[in-house]
């Protein structure tokens, strides 16, 4: 299984790179998890519809085909580390790709987070674009250590 963390917006501080990186590398072989960066849209003289159906053609182009799509939404549904595991664990057993999607600046088209087949949050807290990257990461870390049986997860 595969999982794509597609994100919008290329360019990210060193410091979150590195620690993007390092938990990249913790997943096993049979879970590769792989970032797809997407250009953002220039916010110059463009309306908000412009500016949502521009990244939408990139995200989607970015999403390989018949991947399950989860979109990260501040209405989406909250998650415990626990029943993050146990999606991810569901995930892996239909054997679907899973496409996890962090919009732009602006969020993502309300149309195209309708059309996702799950809808999650990550925080209730604003966060930096930069981090909701690591932290997503981190979290889906800590989700398959915790299906592994890892001591990583304490609760």
Not at 22 to 43: C, G, I, M, N, Q
Not at 70 to 81: I, Q
Not at 108 to 118: D, G, R
Request: glycine share 6%.
């Amino acid at each position: 299984m595969r999982l794509f963390i597609v994100a919008v917006g290329q360019q990210v501080p060193a410091w979150a790179q590195t620690a993007y990186d390092d938990y990249a590398k913790r997943f096993p072989p049979e879970l590769k998890v792989e970032l797809k960066a997407v250009k953002t849209e220039p916010r110059s003289s463009k309306t908000l519809a412009t500016l949502y159906a521009a990244e939408r053609k990139r995200i989607e182009a970015a999403i390989p085909r018949g991947c399950r799509i989860v979109v990260l939404d501040e209405h989406g549904t909250p998650l415990r580390t626990t029943a993050l595991a146990q999606r991810l664990k569901n995930w892996q057993l239909e054997g679907d790709d899973v496409a996890l999607v962090i919009g732009g600046p602006d969020g993502l088209e309300p149309e195209f987070k309708q059309a996702a087949h799950e809808r999650i949050r990550l925080s209730d807290l604003t966060l930096p674009h930069a981090m909701v990257r690591v932290l997503l990461i981190e979290q889906l870390y800590r989700a398959w250590s915790v299906n592994a049986g890892h001591p990583y997860h304490r609760e």
